[in-house]
């Protein structure tokens, strides 16, 4: 579910930006430079989401131990997991939206209004 949210937030910067692309690719940047500009924004997206989503969870475990009086176990392993899944949700489902802004004609990204 993270993944079609991160993709479509990213699809409506693509849009937004039109112009901005449209620009950079006109005075000579390469697609792989505009592709990689949209797929590092995805990552550190889906990354601090995974950050968050990581504190939270250990913040609810460490409150949910100490109310049924269990001891807590931290597992690095699995926190360096979950952060590595999310990461990777970032780089599949941003890798489309890049794709598209890196394919865009100069010329009609120009006229986009």
């Given amino acids: 579910v993270g993944g079609i949210g991160i ?3 990213m699809l409506v910067s693509v849009t937004e930006r039109t112009r901005e692309i449209g620009i950079r ?3 000579g940047a390469l697609e792989r430079e505009v ?6 924004e995805a990552i550190v997206l889906s ?3 995974g950050i968050v989503g990581i504190i939270l ?4 475990s460490v409150a949910l131990a100490n109310l049924i009086q269990v001891p807590f176990v931290f597992n690095m392993s699995i926190v ?3 952060f590595l899944f999310s ?7 941003g890798y ?7 394919q865009l004609d100069p010329i009609e990204a120009l006229r986009h209004e």
């Fill in 35 to 40: 592709l990689l500009q949209f797929l590092v």
């Fill in 80 to 82: 360096v997991i979950s």
């Fill in 96 to 102: 489309f939206p890049a794709r598209k802004a890196a």
């Fill in 57 to 60: 969870a250990l913040a609810g």
């Fill in 7 to 9: 993709m479509n937030i």
């Fill in 25 to 27: 690719l006109a005075i």
């Fill in 87 to 93: 990461a990777a949700v970032g780089v599949i489902f």
């Fill in 47 to 49: 990354s601090l989401g």
